[in-house]
C-alpha cells in the first residue's frame, strides 16, 4: 500500500470527488430532519452489539451500521481493504489506509444507502446482519489514543484568563502571537461519552493560605473543547508542509478537557499542566471526517504579527461549527451555560499540526490533539465556568434555583456541536460526562 504521502504527491486526493456529500441524497433508512447524522455525515466509531461484538461501524439517523458485515458480505469490492480492516476494536488501522481510502468508503456508503439503489436495500437478510438500532448498542472509545496534545488557540480564552490572573493590558504572554501554544497530555485517561469522571485528589494552595493543603479539589471545570484525529503523518526528524497538513487529519470529535483549576493553579509552574488535567477527559464517540465538513469552510480570525513562512496558510481553513454546552444537575433538566463555535480559533488545526511536526516530532495514527478552550468574543460565550464565572465572582443561576461557580458533585455536563445551512445538517451526537465525588 503507497503512503499517504505518496499518493498526496501523485494528486490522485485532488481528482476523488466526495459524492457523499451530495446534499440532494436521500436515505431508504428513516432520518429525522434534525438529526445529527444525514445520510451526508457518515461518521466512524466503534460500537459493542447487543450480541457482545464489538465492531467499527457508522451511523445514519437512529441506526448504526456495521462495516465489518458490510464488508464481509463483499460491499466494499474494487476498494482496496485490508480483510479485517473493520473487525477490530478500533479504528487505527482503517485510518492508516489514508486519506483517498476514506473518501471511497464514504462514497460507497454514501451509495448503499441512498434511497435510489436497492443492492442492499432489497436485501432483508443482509440487512439483519448489518444494521441496528443506535438503542441497542453501546459505543466505545473509537481509536487506540498513543500521544494526546491539548492546544491553547483560542484568543479570546488566553485573553480572558491572562486578564484575569495577570496585567490585563498584557493578557497574552508575548510568545502567543507567533506560536500555536500547547503541551503533552495524558491519553490514558481520555474516555467516550457516558462515563463518569470522578473529582480529583491533589494538591492546591488556598487563597491567603502560607501552606499548600492536600485533598479533593474544590474547582473542577469543563473546558469546550474539539479535538482532531491523526493519521501517519512523518517520520522522526521530519516536518509536514502546511499544504498538506490536512491530508493528515481524519475528524474531529467534541471534547471535554476536564480541569481542576485549584490543581492547576499551584501545579503548573515551571512545567505547566499536570494532575490538575490529566483525571479525564470525555469524547464524543462518532468522528466525524473532514471530508463531511467541507461545506462548511469559513475564514480564520485575521492573525497579526503574519505568522512565520512555515504557519502561514491560505484558503478557507476554519470550519463554522456551532457548540453549545449544557449542565444537567442529578434529577434536574438541562441548563444551556453558553454557545460558541469553532471558527472563532485564532490558530487553525493546520497549523497546529505543522508546528507540532516542525521540530521533528512524529505524529501516528490515532493521536488526538485538543483545540484549547473555545470561547467567542461575548460573555454568553465563554468556553469554560471560570471565565463563565469569571473566577467563581458571578455565579450562574440554574433552572432549579441553585448556583454554580464551578462544577458540582454529580453535575453533568454535556457538550453538543454540529454545522448547518439551508441543505444540510451535520453534527457530532453528545459529548457528556458526569462529575462523581472524589473516590
Not at 498526496?8 to 429525522?32: E, F, G, Y
Not at 465492531?55 to 474494487?78: E, N, S, V
Not at 432489497?122 to 496534545?149: C, S, W
Amino acid at each position: 500500500m503507497p503512503s499517504l504521502k505518496e499518493a498526496h504527491k501523485s494528486k490522485k486526493l485532488t481528482i476523488m470527488l466526495i459524492t457523499a456529500n451530495d446534499p440532494k441524497r436521500k436515505s431508504w433508512l428513516n432520518v429525522d430532519a434534525d438529526s445529527d447524522f444525514p445520510i451526508q455525515n457518515i461518521p466512524f466509531g466503534v460500537f459493542l452489539t447487543k450480541d457482545n461484538v464489538i465492531t467499527i461501524g457508522t451511523r445514519i439517523g437512529d441506526y448504526t451500521i456495521d462495516l465489518g458485515a458490510l464488508h464481509q458480505l463483499g460491499y466494499f469490492k474494487g476498494i482496496d481493504l485490508t480483510d479485517d480492516v473493520f473487525l477490530q476494536d478500533r479504528l487505527n488501522d482503517f485510518i492508516a489506509h489514508g486519506k483517498g481510502i476514506w473518501r471511497l468508503v464514504r462514497n460507497r456508503i454514501a451509495d448503499l444507502f441512498d434511497a435510489e439503489n436497492t443492492k442492499l436495500q432489497n436485501k432483508k437478510k443482509d440487512r439483519n446482519k448489518i444494521i441496528f438500532d443506535v438503542a441497542d448498542i453501546e459505543m466505545h472509545l473509537p481509536v487506540n489514543v498513543g500521544d494526546y496534545t491539548d492546544f491553547y488557540s483560542s484568543k479570546e480564552h488566553a485573553t480572558n484568563v491572562g486578564t484575569m490572573f495577570r496585567d490585563p493590558n498584557n493578557a497574552l504572554l508575548p510568545n502567543w502571537l507567533h506560536i500555536p501554544v500547547g503541551y503533552h497530555g495524558r491519553s490514558s485517561s481520555i474516555v467516550p461519552t457516558g462515563k463518569a469522571i470522578h473529582r480529583p485528589y491533589g494538591q492546591s494552595k488556598p487563597a491567603g493560605a502560607d501552606n499548600p493543603v492536600y485533598g479533593p479539589s474544590k474547582l473542577v471545570d469543563f473546558e469546550l473543547e474539539m479535538a482532531f484525529i491523526t493519521s501517519d503523518v512523518n517520520k522522526l526528524g521530519e516536518r509536514i508542509d502546511i499544504k498538506e497538513a490536512e491530508d493528515y487529519i481524519f475528524g474531529l470529535v467534541l471534547f471535554n478537557d476536564w480541569s481542576a483549576r485549584d490543581i492547576q493553579a499551584w501545579e503548573y509552574v515551571p512545567l505547566g499542566p499536570f494532575l490538575g488535567k490529566s483525571f479525564g477527559s470525555t469524547i464524543s464517540p462518532w468522528i466525524v471526517t473532514l471530508d463531511a465538513l467541507e461545506p462548511f469552510r469559513t475564514e480564520s480570525p485575521k492573525q497579526d504579527p503574519k505568522p512565520f513562512e512555515y504557519l502561514q496558510q491560505t484558503g478557507k481553513m476554519s470550519f463554522d461549527i456551532h457548540l453549545d454546552a449544557f449542565i444537567k444537575p442529578e434529577n434536574g433538566d438541562e441548563n444551556l451555560v453558553t454557545h460558541s463555535n469553532f471558527k472563532y480559533m485564532y490558530w487553525t488545526m493546520a497549523q497546529q499540526l505543522t508546528h507540532h511536526t516542525s521540530n521533528g516530532c512524529n505524529v501516528r495514527t490515532g493521536d488526538m490533539m485538543g483545540s484549547g478552550t473555545i470561547s467567542g468574543p461575548t460573555p454568553d460565550s465563554y468556553g469554560s465556568m471560570l471565565e463563565l464565572s469569571w473566577r467563581g465572582t458571578k455565579p450562574l443561576k440554574l433552572s432549579d434555583g441553585t448556583e454554580r461557580k464551578f462544577i458540582n458533585d454529580n453535575d453533568t455536563v454535556i457538550l453538543r456541536g454540529y454545522c448547518k445551512n439551508d441543505k444540510v445538517k451535520i453534527g457530532f451526537g453528545d459529548c457528556a460526562g458526569k462529575l462523581l465525588p472524589a473516590l
